[in-house]
């Protein structure tokens, strides 16, 4: 059984834990600072600050997702932006993404922002393949700044 909820102030050490499995996986790090500034963000009550779900089971942190809401200039509705999606490989293929994607939809329509975006690397073949299932792959290509 697993219960998707928002993020509190007492998950901070299990969402270290996920969210250092997460950059790993990417083969990035970042400097403790920003492990503090992130999860402050994660607890702002801004409307323009990052949100966070954390999937739980049998009382252990099991996999995060981090997403934001943002204006976009074709739109009138703001569109929702999933920056960060873990599971822990222990539990994946259990439906954890899943249900935390399913969240994230669930939070966009009640935030009346029907749309939802993320990005993966292309070596990310066990996320792409529930991606495919869950949304539908654009044809954009990211640019960063040089």
Request: hydrophobic share 35%.
């Amino acid at each position: 059984m697993v219960t998707i909820r928002p993020i509190t102030a007492k998950d901070e050490p299990e969402w270290r834990q996920l969210w250092t499995g997460y950059l790993e996986f990417y083969e990035t790090s970042v400097p403790e600072k920003m492990y503090k500034t992130s999860f402050a963000r994660l607890l702002s009550s801004d409307d323009h600050e990052f949100c966070g779900l954390i999937a739980e089971s049998g009382g252990k942190l099991v996999g995060l997702t981090h997403y934001l809401f943002h204006r976009h200039m074709w739109k009138q509705e703001n569109t929702c932006y999933l920056q960060d999606l873990y599971a822990d490989p222990s539990v994946r293929g259990q439906g954890i993404g899943r249900a935390l994607i399913e969240a994230v939809y669930a939070a966009a329509d009640a935030a009346g922002a029907p749309s939802v975006y993320w990005l993966t690397q292309e070596f990310n073949y066990t996320g792409r393949m529930l991606y495919d299932r869950i949304g539908q792959k654009t044809p954009f290509i990211r640019y960063n700044r040089a």
